[in-house]
């Protein structure tokens, strides 16, 4: 390779990784074509290697932390249970695959498959009832634990108790004797109040007592051996794996299609011969509707699809999805309503009251007034054009397009318009006037005075406001996905915080890392078209 | 890297073609939603051939308010043994909305056990933030039916809240909730009454104990604050019925009172089921009435202490209904049919024990329902209550064989007397603000409720060899007997909702 | 006699308010031939480029009229070519996109082939062949502002405007493009007013030199013809006398006015703070 073929490769990709914002990239890059070596092992231990440590410092952190801070639904979870809660949520999309496969197969790969999956079935149930069994033993072992620690502590509770009441009687007997003397002028009042003084003191620091012990109790009764939570969830994931399997042979039996469809057959056939023999008109008829129905049936079975349920990947899909819709429709908005504003100082003035008040307003107030709104366009929304039209494409199709979503798209887009409408709106005004000039002397139109001169010019700082849009766009998505149950990752994160299960927590800090990966992909991305429509170089902000 | 102007220029022109595709899209939904609703005699033909005594033209779930009190159930049962046609669907590809608690068990388990599937529908299930949006969803047509709180058909029905015609023909469980309180109010309650203090205390805990701790916050110039989970829940009427049974107010709604404060010692306000432990342990509540696993939940984390359920304050109360639209019904009338028969044989299997009398498919059913997209908390404090037992407190567990029934005592039946007793209520705490007539009562009853739809599933299932012919009230008006079954020990009579009315001490009377 | 290429006619420019308006230009009156090379030559913050803006059309007087061929300019146009001091090139369009751009609306007939020849041409003639498809921020200061040239020569103006072109260059690529310049006019002569703080480069590239007096209220003062003879050879004319008198003189009269000009400034303006001194050692 002569000199000049490696440079261009050299000078390519390191132009690659700028644009591309990923330049702390840059050292590795001239490091591997041996340019100043000592220099760029500096380079790459201070701004490769450092921050590699300072993350995986924090994971430390948080490895040894997490744990330590009990709340009332659990630990928090430590990196390898996050790890372990994304693990599980790609098994369930599987498995979801897996069913959807089996729903659908027919002939001899049916044939295959019910084989496997017997064979596997009967595994996995031999090792549940080995777990299960363990887990008995585990819990019986626990509750005599449990027990042998409490026993002590609720007699002596209750010792405690007894006692305090026979004192606590006596010292009633006592103070009403005391009120007697005081009644009989035998004793002095004073005595008695502080008898009365004394009694109340005694009581609550009798019940003081007893509520120590009490603790002490529940102290035991809430933190059981961590084995049996490890068995419980051991012995849950193996009966889940069952379960799944035994679900799959369902599928691949009773509930398979291509089964359904022969078995309405069959009966079309049946009822066809009915129809032949059949000798009176009732009869006749009776036969004929049999027919038909049943040719209905056995149609219908034959388009049927599987009911996926969602799972974390569905969700991520359908979120990109509605925060594209969403951000298209902010663009939609935004740019010409800027370039109006930004072109025009009376369009600027009358907006300007109407951007300033609805700038602010949060999301969650959008979410509820287009959730309210948009219902309305939509009556029957099973036979709506718009969604029977995006059913029927191929890739979104499955995303189960519904009004639901059509106001979450609404939510992101009215909150992601402001970033890009002011941008638009500045990056239009604030033209340089020779460029305006340039226009005057060459006398263009008002159209390719717009197209050539004032929108390319005003490219870099809407495309700048455009990130800042798709940026709130996703956040807010998630925001309103969680509170409006319409499917993405914010209603994953949402259900989730509702299971409360103990997987819970750490499903919710996975769909923590989901989004904040998605988010910084896509702020990525708006950063390389940014660039790429940027004449001055650098002009964009990493 | 730099770029000429025609490809900036187009790529503008691209945002905006997509923008001009997108919005007369959206514009033009007013155009095509007026294509009409099937006629509902289309397409029942094949079932109702066979439905011997009912008027053949009539669909069966026509609205036929002027009926007699009979619930015309099939007239020749004995014909269930005859072979009937097949249902013909009007719809295979369902949508059911639920809310993560237990009782919506027999959904999920028509679904996961392939009920659904024996009656060709391909039904998903799909969990829904809160009831209202549930209800907005099924009123959308976004659901074609979903699990909901008995109230709520009735007070859509009638226009509390949302007003939407809903019906049901299925109802989904009986019991099942229970009210929970904060361990600081447990421990005034216990201190209130000695008897209290023992890890099994006796039941039924009444909320006399409560009584003083409500009156030492209103001396602070505070109302106690508990949680419920909709103003037309079972559990709204239930805690109301706890309180006030011991004579503390739980206050009014009035027609400008919506939140039903007035009069209040003791604030009830909305929350979600999910998120009752947690605004139980910020404080916010000191104690809710939900389902569960909620109940339980407050237990494991040790927050609360369930003091009493349901069933201790009405025994086999009804809980959760199936619901779908009036329109929906009438468009969809086999498909309902269909559905029905799957959620009577889910609640059947549900129900089913040994000779012994454990419930053999509750285990599975707590494994099913543990899946993160069905209720999703953990197997473990399902099945607390799922497989006939309920810890009222880590020291306290107790047999409730009876805590979730979903099919035994005719419960999954539609009862008018049901939807009575709930429209009582109803009255009794102002949401009904006008005095209605005993005709009243029983006419919106069953606008609501659809014994006919349920029987007709019923007789199928019964020819199909599914369930026994005991497992169904063939003959019942509709009206379950008059029961004493309350912690107040009150009568309730269906047929004489007014009078059930006016023996309250505390509510509205007529 | 043919009407005069450009005419300026007793033009006043102000801005501000009515109540306190400051004029720019006051009384400009001049007078261009057909393919007359006029520089007028001014100090800074005197109004040239307002005066140049008069010219193209960008800016209207408040009196007075401009008028080009006898017709009153009213709107810039092609027709009057105009080479702005910072380049005004659109950075988002190449070296080829910018003249295209210009060429494409001037001559909206051309065909692609005959655009292209004709592009090519400009480009040639400013010695950028090889840059086409570079983007002007890829180019040098000189470069930027021959690309400049280029895009304004593609209109076919009848007359160049020359808002200090070179001012924003180094000493040496100033001479460079200066000879350029006049190069360029020599093969292809038309009328140029040319705006500049230079005596030397008025001198060496102008047919007569005007003078702006400095501002406000900037006027037209003395005007030189330059007689040299063309083509000029920035060389030997140092040595030339009849150049040393004109720059000279040209140079003389500028610092006179200006002179003038911070006088009537001082007496007009300044009024002396009514201070006298304190004598601090008393204390």
Partial sequence: ?542 | ?510 | MTTPALEIDSVNVGFGPVSSRTEILANINLTVQQNEFAAIIGFSGSGKSTLMNLLAGIQQPDTGEVRMHGRVVTEPGPERGILFQNYSLLPWLTVFGNIELAVRQVFPKMTRAERKDHIQHYIAMVSLTGSEWKNPGELSGGMRQRLSLARTLSMRPDVLLLDEPLSALDALTRANLQDEIIRIWEEDRRTVVMITNDVDEAVLMADRIIALTPGPKATLGESFPVTLERPRDRTTLNFNPEFKTLRNKVTRYMTEINQEAKQLRKAANVTLPDLSPYDFTAV
């Fill in chain 2, 1 to 510: 890297m730099l770029i000429s102007y025609p490809r900036v220029t187009s790529r503008l022109l691209v945002l905006t073609c997509l923008g001009v595709l997108l919005l007369p899209a959206i514009g033009c939904s007013e155009k095509e939603d007026t294509t009409s609703t099937p006629d509902p005699s289309m397409g029942t033909e094949a079932s109702v051939e066979d439905m011997g005594a009912a008027t053949p033209s009539d669909p069966p779930p026509a609205d036929m308010p002027s009926d007699p009190p009979r619930a015309d159930p099939p007239a020749d049962t004995s014909a269930a043994t005859k072979a009937m046609a097949p249902l013909q669907l009007e719809k295979d590809a369902l949508k059911f909305g639920f809310i993560k608690l237990t009782d919506c068990a027999p959904i999920v388990i028509a679904k996961e056990k392939g009920f659904f599937e024996a009656e060709g529908l391909q039904v998903e299930v799909i969990a829904q933030p809160n009831w209202k949006q549930l209800l907005d969803n099924v009123i959308t047509g976004e659901l074609d039916g979903a699990h909901m709180l008995s109230g709520q058909p009735i007070a859509a029905t009638i226009g509390f809240g949302t007003k939407a015609h809903i019906v049901t023909a299925y109802t989904l469980d009986l019991n099942g909730n229970g009210i929970t309180v904060s361990n600081a109010v447990w421990e005034k309650m216990v201190s209130n009454d000695p008897a209290l203090d023992s890890p099994t205390p006796r039941h039924p805990i009444t909320a006399d104990s409560l009584k003083p701790v409500v009156q030492e916050k209103l001396d602070a110039g505070e109302k106690l604050k508990m949680g419920m989970v909709f103003p037309t829940s079972t559990h709204n009427y239930e805690i109301r019925y706890w309180l006030a049974s011991a004579g503390i107010h739980p206050g009014m709604y009035t027609s400008e009172d919506i939140k039903g404060f007035t009069e209040a010692q003791v604030e009830l306000s909305v929350t979600p089921p999910p998120q009752m432990p947690s605004t139980l342990e910020s404080g916010n509540i000191s104690g809710y009435c939900v389902g569960e696993p909620w109940n339980q939940k407050a237990v494991t984390m040790g927050i609360g202490v369930p003091v009493t359920t349901n069933y201790d304050i009405w025994k086999n109360n009804p809980e959760k209904v199936f619901g779908v639209t009036k329109e929906w019904a009438d468009a969809n009338p086999n498909t309902h049919i269909a559905v029905v028969k799957a959620l009577i044989r889910a609640g059947k299997w549900l129900d089913e024990t040994d000779a012994s009398g454990t419930l053999i498919n509750r285990v599975e059913a707590c494994r099913l329902l543990s899946q993160p997209n069905y209720v999703g908390a953990d197997f473990d404090i399902i099945k607390n209550s799922m497989t006939g037992y309920f810890y009222f407190q880590k020291s306290d567990k107790r047999e409730m064989p009876d805590f979730n029934v979903f099919f035994k005592y005719y419960g999954s039946y539609p009862w008018y007397s049901d939807g009575i007793w709930f429209l009582t209520q109803m009255r009794r705490w102002g949401q009904i603000t006008e005095p209605k007539s005993a005709e009243w009562y029983a006419e919106t009853a069953k606008k609501v409720y659809k014994p006919a739809i349920y029987l007709e599933a019923a007789k199928r299932l019964l020819a199909e060899g599914h369930i026994a012919e005991a497992d169904v009230p063939w003959e019942s008006d509709g009206y379950r007997p008059p029961t004493k079954d309350f912690i107040d020990g009150l009568e309730y009579d269906a047929h004489k909702p007014i009078e059930y009315l006016n023996s309250h001490t505390i509510g509205n009377k007529d």
């Fill in chain 1, 1 to 542: 390779m002569s000199e000049s073929t490696t440079d261009k490769i050299k000078y390519g990709l390191l132009k690659t990784i700028d644009i591309s914002g990923f330049k702390v990239f840059d050292p590795v890059v001239r490091l591997l074509f041996g340019e100043e070596p000592t220099k760029q092992a500096v380079d790459i231990v201070k701004y490769l290697v450092t921050p590699i440590v300072f993350v995986l410092l924090c994971m430390a952190l948080w490895t040894v932390i997490a744990p330590r801070h009990k709340t009332k639904s659990g630990e928090v979870p430590t990196p390898t249970e996050v790890w372990a809660a994304a693990v599980v949520n790609d098994t369930l999309n599987e498995r979801e695959d897996e069913k959807e496969t089996d729903f659908a197969l027919s002939g001899e790969g049916r044939e295959d498959a019910i084989m496997e999956v017997s064979a596997a079935l009967i595994i996995k149930e031999a090792e549940s009832v080995e777990l299960k069994s363990d887990l008995l033993q585990i819990e019986k072992d626990v509750k005599a634990e449990i027990t042998g620690k409490i026993a002590p502590l609720q007699e002596a509770y209750d010792r405690l108790s007894q006692k305090n009441r026979m004192i606590k009687a006596e010292r009633e007997t006592n103070i009403h004797s005391l009120a007697e003397g005081v009644a009989s002028k035998k004793a002095a009042s004073a005595d008695l109040l502080q008898a009365i003084r004394d009694d109340k003191a005694a009581t609550e620091a009798g019940r003081d007592a007893e509520k120590l012990i009490k603790e002490e109790i529940n102290e035991v009764r809430n933190n059981p051996p961590k084995a049996l939570k490890n068995a419980q969830l051991a012995s849950n994931a193996v009966a889940n794996e069952a379960g799944h399997l035994s679900k799959r042979l369902d599928y691949l039996k009773t509930g398979n299609r291509s089964l359904k469809v022969t078995e309405a057959e069959d009966k079309t056939v049946a009822a066809l011969q009915k129809l032949e023999d059949a000798s009176t008109p009732a009869a006749v008829l009776a036969a004929a509707k049999l027919v038909v129905g049943g040719e209905e049936t056995a149609e219908r079975i034959a388009e049927q699809r599987y009911p996926r349920t969602a799972t974390i990947w569905f969700q991520v899909k359908r979120s990109l999805f509605t925060v594209f819709i969403g951000f298209i429709m902010a663009a939609v908005i935004a740019i010409p309503v800027g370039i109006m504003c930004g072109l025009n100082k009376v369009v600027m003035a009358c907006l300007t009251p109407i951007i300033s008040i609805f700038k602010p307003v949060s999301p969650v107030v959008w979410l509820l007034i287009f959730q309210i709104v948009v219902g309305a366009f939509f009556p029957d929304p099973e036979n709506h054009p718009l969604f029977t039209f995006f059913a029927s494409l191929p890739l979104v199709g499955g995303l189960g397009i519904n009004p639901a979503l059509v106001f979450s798209a609404c939510t992101v887009a009215i909150c992601a318009v402001w970033p890009a409408l002011v941008n638009t709106a500045l990056g239009v005004s604030s033209i340089d006037q020779d460029h305006m000039n340039v226009a005057r002397v060459l006398r263009l139109s008002l159209w390719s005075r717009l197209f050539k001169i004032i929108i390319p010019s005003s490219l870099p700082l809407v495309f700048a406001g455009l990130r800042i849009s798709l940026g709130v766009g996703w956040m807010v998505l998630i925001a309103a996905e969680a509170l409006s149950s319409s499917d993405g990752l914010g209603k994953f994160v949402w259900d989730e915080y509702q299971n409360g299960s103990s997987h819970s927590f750490a499903n919710i800090i996975f769909a923590c890392f989901v989004v904040g990966i998605i988010g910084f992909f896509l702020d990525r991305i708006m950063i390389l078209l940014q660039r790429s429509v940027s004449f001055d170089d650098g002009a964009a902000v990493v």
